[in-house]
């Protein structure tokens, strides 16, 4: 993970999470082995966990902010409120991203300065299988 502590980040990625023990671990990894990505930094917004997810979020390295309210806003408008980054970025703890997620969002914003928001693919670890299925074929 491309980062430093002096230096901003382009981009924040914000990860709202409650109870993801399962599923937060793949997660952060198949963030940090970004290709080409640029400075970035993540925080992982814990709503509030009875399990392991904060304990594990922290063995990766990245940054664990607490959202005592519960409900997903709240735990995305905390971690927002802590991400230091151009551009903010959110994804699901149970959500494993590619592994050029970051450096094409980043090329996306450099092509189209007006744009404020993008949108890419990304697959579900958890979840209805069916929409799994969905998720899979709108990719392709």
């Known amino acids: 993970m491309r980062r430093s502590k002096h230096t901003k980040p382009v ?9 993801e023990e399962r ?14 990505p640029p400075l970035y930094e993540i ?21 664990v902010v607490v959202a005592r309210q519960k409900g997903y806003a709240h735990a ?6 802590r ?7 959110m994804t699901d703890a149970d959500t494993i991203v590619p592994p050029l997620w970051l450096s094409t969002i980043s090329e996306a914003f450099k092509k189209h300065p007006d744009a404020v928001a993008v949108a890419g693919p990304f697959q579900f670890c958890d979840g209805p299988m069916s929409l ?7 990719n392709r």
Request: charged share 15%; aromatic share 4%; hydrophobic share 50%.
């Open 11 to 19: 981009i924040s990625v914000v990860i709202p999470a409650y109870n």
């Open 23 to 36: 599923f937060i671990s793949a997660c952060l990894s198949a963030l940090q082995k970004q290709q080409d």
């Open 43 to 63: 925080i992982v917004a814990d709503n509030n966990s009875t399990d392991k997810t904060s304990t594990i979020a922290k063995q990766h390295g990245v940054r």
């Open 76 to 81: 995305a408008i905390a971690g927002i409120a």
């Open 83 to 89: 991400a230091r980054g151009r551009f903010i970025v």
């Open 132 to 138: 799994r299925i969905i998720v899979d074929v709108a």
